[in-house]
């Protein structure tokens, strides 16, 4: 049994390595604090670069069971990186009784599950809150649904033999970059129970085709009913340690802290949330709806990390009054669930929401839940739309 | 020979036909004037709603020769159609001896053509620009390059027998909304020279896979050297005109003016670029360069609409020194071309850029060229790093 240490990947270079490299002089400026935004003030180029490389699902999109690869919300936190799949092995340590080395054919060659799960970025909602938490600008759309095929890992971990007393499981993956201050590649840890869970997958399909390189080229984790940081790609080491992780990912980025110095709670699974595919059509620069007075049916999706969604409502006057859609079962415990509602649609201005229920009874604010990270943040969606 | 007429998606709705659906109480209000930012006004969240579900081509990925699919730019006007392939047409008519309405089956049975192309978005460049023209905010992304196949459009139009004195010809797409007022089909005109150029395809297929429905499912005009306002996707018309089109897209918005009132020229071929493969590594908020210091290269693309690229200059101070870099030669007349150049990287924090040259002698500048549109913006990147 091999004693868990820290991995090579998993820290900052030390002072004595970047001295090698020839001196510090500006690394540290190229990280800024966290932030939010003044009152007032508008998106910056550092967060429109970011919105300009990763994006959403454009919400007509929802109309698809399963989004179309280039349409599924993206997140690449540092660079997409160059994994040569012939040379490239899956290694799994730390805490174990039998270190393995695997190869892509040697994980085709496991039993091979697909599984259909939607995904969401934890920080969704992010560029609508107040004040505005500056980071990657997402508004709503940062979610899509796939049908992802690998191997079970659990089968994995058990092969490795567990230590007693393992107490987190690290994903380590290859995109490399630095944050804050902290050069690291990308990675996240689950707790051990967690990560024996039977739903999570070593996937190296989407839709049926190999992994796209942006979604983890040739590996990638999944973990059902997390949101998308959890969901390592490019994954190249799986490290169980008998101590808690305290990397960069786990211990600084994702957590829901009311001011810097708070420790904060960790964001793990998908809070309810629920999307309208935007009625009628849009005006180019303002995106607003342009909808034919007369019947209309309201139509979209919702979905929760806790377990099914049991009622959508739906207002079209900014909250007042609420009616129940008709909600379609949860085919796929991990999947989106369609709603659709009549809406006998009269001349004028209209904003309408749709607020989704989990079988947990959690329920879709309508007033912001902030925190300075603007993690898990389900405020319900605002479409507006014109009725002529 | 039938008369061209007005097609019934080449216009704004009615005063009639809005009075029919209800009344106009609104309508005129979802879109507003183009505009430019204020000085110092921070990106809009008009803006960053185009930015969320368009998304440009991340730097790293001009690694590859052909770009993957989800990562080539896109812009979407209005909402992507959905498309019944089956029940779909593509209709020739207009100012033509026989109007042809042909099936995905019958374009298949013709002459089948791969052609690489390197394509770019008229506005990219556009949130550089101060002051900044309000639109789909590009930065230096929009470009991607794929292999598309279909069948060339000039035997098709040949077929249909062009009548005398032909103009222009219109292609109109499924892709609808409303633009300053203006409710429209997506469509765009090609002087009826350029439409019979032997190059321009109408493709079926993108990197040897169906359509992306994003990127025009069933069927899309490639007109390669021009920029992407001109490759009409979702296509079902094309309309020979005896007369100038005066269309949205072609009258009103892709030209280049200085002043609000100006007639303008319009937007056409695509003018040189060269863009940097951001080297080493970046931070996540900043996206700035870490390079180790050392021997470097320094590699990219290159291409213009004009013709081939003839050479590529670098600089690693801001311009104050040029340095000519190794270029590979055009394989591919609408492709892009590889350049790289070493580059001693030493200490400290540098800009660098690329320029381009093409066999017409166009260079791209250093100073921005601005027109209020921020169409055909060719100006140098600029990629900060730092050397440690």
Chains 1, 2 share one sequence.
Request: charged fraction near 20%; proline fraction near 9%.
């Amino acid at each position: 049994m091999t004693e868990p240490t820290a991995s090579e990947h998993r820290r900052a270079a030390t002072p004595e390595e970047r001295s090698e490299r020839g001196g510090e002089a500006g690394v540290t400026d190229v990280s800024t604090p966290g932030r939010v935004a003044e009152p007032g003030e508008g998106i910056t180029v550092d967060e429109l670069q970011l919105a300009a490389r990763n994006h959403g699902l454009p919400l007509e999109a929802l109309r698809y069971d399963v989004t179309p690869v280039g349409l599924h919300y993206l997140l690449v936190h540092y660079d997409i990186p160059a994994v040569d799949p012939d040379s490239w092995r899956l290694r799994i340590g730390g805490h174990v009784e039998r270190p393995l080395a695997l190869s892509l054919g040697d994980l085709s060659e496991r039993p091979r599950v697909t599984q259909r799960v939607t995904m969401e970025c934890a920080g969704n909602g992010r560029a609508r809150l107040a004040p505005r938490p500056v980071s990657q600008p997402w508004l709503v759309e940062a979610v899509g649904t796939a049908e992802w095929t690998g191997t079970p890992l659990a089968p994995l971990l058990a092969e490795a033999g567990l230590g007693q007393g393992a107490v987190d499981v690290v994903f380590t993956g290859a995109d490399h970059g630095i944050e804050r201050g902290v050069e690291q590649d990308y990675e996240r840890a689950l707790p051990f129970a967690d990560a024996l869970g039977e739903d999570l997958l070593l996937a190296y399909e989407m839709n049926g085709a190999p992994l796209p390189v942006q979604h983890g080229f040739p590996l990638r984790l999944i973990a059902p009913g997390w949101y998308g940081m959890a969901h390592v790609k490019w994954l190249r080491d799986i490290t169980v340690l008998d101590r808690e992780f305290d990397g960069f990912q786990n211990a600084v980025a994702y957590r829901l802290r009311q001011q810097p110095e708070d420790a904060g709670e960790p964001v793990t699974r998908i809070e309810p949330r629920a999307l309208l595919i935007p009625p009628g059509f849009p005006d180019f620069m303002s995106r607003i709806r342009i909808v034919p007075a007369g019947q209309c049916t309201l139509e979209g999706r919702a979905w929760s990390g806790y377990g099914p969604v049991t009622a959508v409502e739906l207002t079209v006057d900014d909250g007042q009054s609420w009616t129940r859609a008709e909600l379609g079962a949860p085919e796929h415990p991990y999947a989106w669930q369609h709603f659709a509602v009549d809406w006998p649609a009269t001349t004028g201005r209209h904003l309408l929401s749709a607020r989704a229920t989990d079988a947990t009874g959690r329920v879709q604010p309508v007033q912001q839940p902030w925190n300075r990270g603007g993690f898990a943040n389900n405020l319900v969606q605002r479409v507006d739309v014109v009725v002529a």
